[in-house]
């Protein structure tokens, strides 16, 4: 289903600004504007280090370079050298390279220790970094040194504390609407500041913790204004794509992905971006080739720089969706290699996310028919310190018993599943975890709902159906990069267990809804023949099997022989 999107919805004070008539600042309730993400709020870390980073990383010395999303952000900083480390910090904060970022921040105060924006730089990176009291206290150093700042970076500094108080709350309307109130009245006295101009865009998100991910249509119209002043502004071509993304306009995500990346070319994230919509306008390879650049700048990081992989949640995403996208192609060895790497790859960052990386590998096993291998981590998860590697355990347990018909065993791990994330609800749960987690249990439900169906009462039948189509269409609204890729996989699945029921319409629908999520993928294919072959048309099986085999022109040829036997 496409997101439909009205500039009405913009808070007026924003309009008026855009169109180039100026009035004071309003403060704005958040029922005049509709946001469209819910994927940026900030859980606590709780580490020791900053946001689970050592400080000895975070401060380690760091070269000049280029093409990583420079752009110019004026100070008053008479170092050059200084200035170059401070500009370089700010297009890795805006790229999520935030080891990098806090490196740039702290090279610039070794050559200009007063360089209050630097300090403001740092104090934005620990926040990201799950850190707020680091945040703050950064904040407090760079309020010490006013003398040196001028009235916007006084400014500047302002703004963090504002941030960090409605961060500490992120519920809190009141000190949302404050912290906005605060943003509008700096934008207005400096017009001309496109980073003032980010941050306020950041800040129409649902959350204070905004920072790009998750933009509202007010956003859009924010970042759209920085590119009529700089055109080549990489962060706000960044911040488009996330916001085309949740839009459902992957197209316009493309151009702005593009755009991004070749501003900065050798920024991981910037190359990563554009993939997502390369991967979701049916341009797969070309996908896999900016993901797998990604891949090598990042390990050419870690090696040169001498830090773990775990520190940057960067990689793990990257090979995670390259990973996935191998699995895509039917490149299941290549795909199987990186989730391992991802399983085996500690979480020092956001610990109650480790299931992000213990998820992969197992249902990959299970993909692959070894299910003897993916048993027994499925259910050490079950046994995991955090709800989010329980609620995964009890789910790909479930699969298993699905596929071996143990119908009352995986009613059993759903309902284990179920009573994991109602508990997990009930203490420090965000929107993030919700995103990823709630929608696999749910999926469980369906494939026993369909597996069930020729059983029991036909209201109860026609029920477990009903539900299953439901889950279809919130499967096939996800827009994530993750989540889209694993929706299409999970809907091929129901397309595939319809078929196997020889439920001939249900087979059919769930085919078509396959292709509307992604008609260029060869599963697609292969389930649009099996509808054709149960209806007896030959022809059109045979024709959706050869655009199948073509998908699949790289394909391992155990997968080739397990999905288009000879």
Same mark, same amino acid.
């Given at each position: 289903? #496409?997101?439909?999107?009205?500039?009405?919805?913009?808070?007026?004070?924003?309009?008026?600004?855009?169109?180039?008539?100026?009035?004071?600042?309003?403060?704005?309730?958040?029922?005049?504007?509709?946001?469209?993400?819910?994927?940026?709020? $900030?859980?606590?870390?709780?580490?020791?280090?900053?946001?689970?980073?050592?400080?000895?990383?975070?401060?380690?010395?760091? %070269?000049?370079?280029?093409?990583?999303?420079?752009?110019?952000?004026?100070?008053?900083?008479?170092?050059?050298? @200084?200035? @170059?480390?401070?500009?370089?910090?700010?297009?890795?904060?805006?790229?999520? &390279?935030?080891?990098?970022?806090?490196?740039?921040?702290?090279?610039?105060?070794?050559?200009?220790?007063?360089?209050?924006?630097?300090?403001?730089?740092?104090?934005?990176?620990?926040?990201?970094? !799950?850190?707020?009291?680091? &945040? *703050?206290?950064?904040?407090?150093?760079?309020?010490?040194?006013? @003398?040196?700042?001028?009235?916007?970076?006084?400014?500047?500094?302002?703004? *963090?504390?504002?941030?960090?108080? %409605?961060?500490?709350?992120?519920?809190?309307?009141?000190?949302?609407?404050?912290?906005?109130?605060?943003?509008?009245?700096?934008?207005?006295?400096?017009?001309?500041?496109?980073?003032?101009?980010?941050?306020?865009?950041?800040?129409?998100?649902?959350?204070?913790?905004?920072?790009?991910?998750?933009?509202?249509?007010?956003?859009?119209? $924010?970042?759209?204004?920085?590119?009529?002043?700089?055109?080549?502004?990489?962060?706000?071509?960044?911040?488009?794509?996330?916001?085309?993304?949740?839009?459902?306009?992957?197209?316009?995500?493309? =151009?702005?992905?593009?755009?991004?990346?070749?501003?900065?070319?050798?920024?991981?994230?910037?190359?990563?971006?554009?993939?997502?919509?390369?991967?979701?306008?049916? &341009?797969?390879?070309? %996908?896999?080739?900016?993901?797998?650049?990604?891949?090598? $700048?990042?390990?050419?990081?870690?090696?040169?720089?001498?830090?773990?992989?775990?520190?940057?949640?960067?990689?793990?995403?990257?090979?995670?969706?390259?990973?996935?996208?191998?699995?895509?192609?039917?490149?299941?060895?290549?795909?199987?290699?990186?989730?391992?790497? *991802?399983?085996?790859?500690?979480?020092?960052?956001?610990?109650?996310? &480790?299931?992000?990386?213990?998820?992969?590998?197992?249902?990959?096993?299970?993909?692959?028919?070894? !299910?003897?291998?993916?048993?027994?981590?499925?259910?050490?998860?079950?046994?995991?310190?955090?709800?989010? =590697?329980?609620?995964?355990?009890?789910?790909?347990?479930?699969?298993?018993?699905?596929?071996?018909?143990?119908?009352?065993?995986? *009613?059993?791990?759903?309902?284990?599943?179920?009573?994991?994330?109602?508990?997990?609800?009930?203490?420090?749960?965000?929107?993030?975890?919700?995103?990823?987690?709630?929608?696999?249990?749910?999926?469980?439900?369906?494939?026993?709902?369909?597996?069930?169906?020729?059983?029991?009462?036909?209201?109860?039948?026609?029920?477990?159906? %009903?539900?299953?189509?439901?889950?279809?269409?919130? @499967?096939?609204?996800?827009?994530?990069?993750?989540?889209?890729?694993?929706?299409?996989?999970?809907?091929?699945? $129901?397309?595939?267990?319809?078929?196997?029921? #020889?439920?001939?319409?249900?087979?059919?629908?769930?085919?078509?809804?396959?292709? =509307?999520?992604?008609?260029?993928?060869?599963?697609?294919?292969?389930?649009?023949?099996?509808?054709?072959?149960?209806?007896?048309?030959?022809?059109?099986?045979?024709?959706?099997?050869?655009?199948?085999?073509?998908?699949?022109?790289?394909?391992? #040829?155990?997968?080739?022989?397990?999905?288009?036997?000879?």
């Amino acid at each position: 289903m #496409k997101r439909v999107y009205l500039y009405s919805f913009l808070p007026i004070v924003l309009l008026t600004w855009l169109i180039g008539n100026r009035p004071g600042p309003q403060n704005v309730p958040l029922s005049q504007y509709t946001s469209t993400s819910i994927q940026s709020s $900030i859980p606590v870390c709780g580490l020791p280090h900053v946001g689970g980073v050592p400080n000895t990383l975070l401060k380690q010395s760091v %070269a000049l370079r280029s093409g990583v999303g420079q752009f110019s952000v004026p100070t008053s900083t008479k170092n050059e050298t @200084a200035q @170059a480390y401070f500009e370089q910090g700010m297009g890795y904060l805006h790229g999520y &390279a935030l080891i990098e970022a806090a490196r740039s921040f702290h090279e610039a105060l070794r050559h200009d220790s007063t360089l209050v924006m630097a300090y403001v730089g740092l104090s934005r990176v620990y926040m990201e970094l !799950d850190d707020n009291e680091a &945040a *703050r206290k950064t904040a407090e150093t760079a309020k010490l040194l006013s @003398a040196y700042a001028s009235e916007r970076e006084k400014a500047y500094v302002d703004l *963090r504390f504002a941030q960090l108080k %409605a961060v500490d709350s992120l519920t809190n309307q009141k000190l949302l609407n404050t912290y906005r109130l605060k943003i509008n009245q700096t934008v207005k006295r400096f017009p001309q500041d496109a980073e003032l101009w980010l941050i306020a865009g950041n800040a129409y998100e649902r959350y204070a913790s905004g920072r790009g991910q998750g933009s509202s249509t007010a956003s859009i119209a $924010i970042y759209e204004k920085v590119l009529q002043m700089y055109p080549n502004h990489p962060s706000a071509h960044h911040f488009l794509v996330h916001a085309y993304e949740g839009m459902a306009d992957y197209v316009k995500a493309r =151009e702005h992905g593009e755009a991004y990346a070749r501003l900065a070319p050798n920024l991981a994230h910037s190359l990563h971006m554009y993939a997502h919509d390369l991967m979701k306008t049916g &341009a797969m390879d070309e %996908a896999i080739a900016e993901m797998k650049q990604t891949d090598a $700048i990042e390990r050419n990081l870690y090696k040169t720089e001498r830090y773990e992989s775990m520190y940057d949640w960067h990689h793990i995403h990257n090979i995670s969706l390259l990973a996935l996208c191998y699995q895509y192609q039917g490149r299941m060895q290549e795909a199987e290699g990186l989730v391992k790497e *991802r399983f085996m790859t500690g979480r020092p960052i956001n610990p109650e996310r &480790a299931f992000y990386n213990k998820m992969g590998y197992p249902a990959l096993l299970i993909t692959l028919n070894r !299910d003897a291998e993916a048993v027994p981590m499925a259910k050490e998860l079950t046994t995991g310190k955090t709800f989010g =590697e329980r609620i995964i355990g009890h789910y790909l347990l479930g699969l298993v018993q699905v596929k071996r018909n143990q119908l009352d065993q995986a *009613r059993l791990s759903l309902e284990a599943a179920q009573n994991e994330l109602q508990e997990a609800k009930k203490g420090v749960y965000d929107d993030w975890l919700n995103a990823w987690l709630e929608p696999h249990p749910k999926f469980l439900a369906a494939l026993i709902a369909l597996s069930d169906r020729n059983d029991g009462p036909p209201a109860e039948r026609e029920k477990g159906l %009903a539900d299953i189509r439901k889950f279809q269409v919130s @499967a096939h609204e996800q827009y994530g990069p993750d989540s889209w890729i694993e929706a299409l996989f999970q809907l091929e699945m $129901i397309a595939q267990v319809a078929w196997q029921l #020889k439920l001939t319409d249900f087979a059919e629908e769930s085919a078509k809804l396959l292709a =509307e999520h992604d008609p260029n993928y060869p599963g697609t294919h292969i389930a649009l023949a099996r509808v054709a072959a149960l209806k007896g048309d030959g022809i059109t099986a045979e024709q959706e099997r050869k655009l199948a085999r073509q998908g699949w022109s790289k394909a391992d #040829k155990g997968f080739l022989a397990q999905n288009l036997p000879k």
